[in-house]
């Protein structure tokens, strides 16, 4: 009697585990190629929609790097007229002054 029940078990574990196992076979069974080819181009068209994004993000922050770029190098090109016409000045001053000491030897 312990036999039967005991192979009773094995035949309900079994066909459970047959049933459960044709179960997972059509979950994981590969898709169709027309399925395949439609997930593929879905991803395909969102990989190409993020790379236009950040290639839009990627050019607005370079015009605002170029931007910063462009006024430093124009207050760096205004300080260095100021500078080197100071110094010219400095230079006009020292050159007349030497004349000045020059003429009354």
């Known amino acids: 009697m312990a036999n039967d ?5 094995f035949l309900v574990g079994f066909f459970v585990g047959a049933a459960m196992g044709v179960m997972g076979a059509l ?5 169709s190629g027309r399925e395949l080819r439609d997930e ?11 790379a236009m ?3 839009r993000r990627v050019r607005e922050r370079s015009g605002e790097v170029a931007g910063d770029l462009r ?19 400095a ?6 002054g030497v004349k ?6």
Not at 73 to 88: I, M, V
Not at 100 to 105: D, Q
């Open 5 to 9: 029940n005991n192979g009773a078990n």
């Open 91 to 96: 230079a006009r001053k020292t050159v007349q």
């Open 53 to 55: 994004d950040e290639g």
């Open 100 to 105: 000045e000491v020059l003429t009354r030897s």
């Open 27 to 31: 979950l994981l069974a590969p898709k």
């Open 40 to 50: 593929l181009v879905d991803e395909g068209r969102k990989l190409r929609d993020r």
């Open 71 to 89: 006024e430093r190098g124009e207050a760096a090109y205004e300080k260095g007229r100021e500078g080197l016409s100071e110094t010219s000045d």
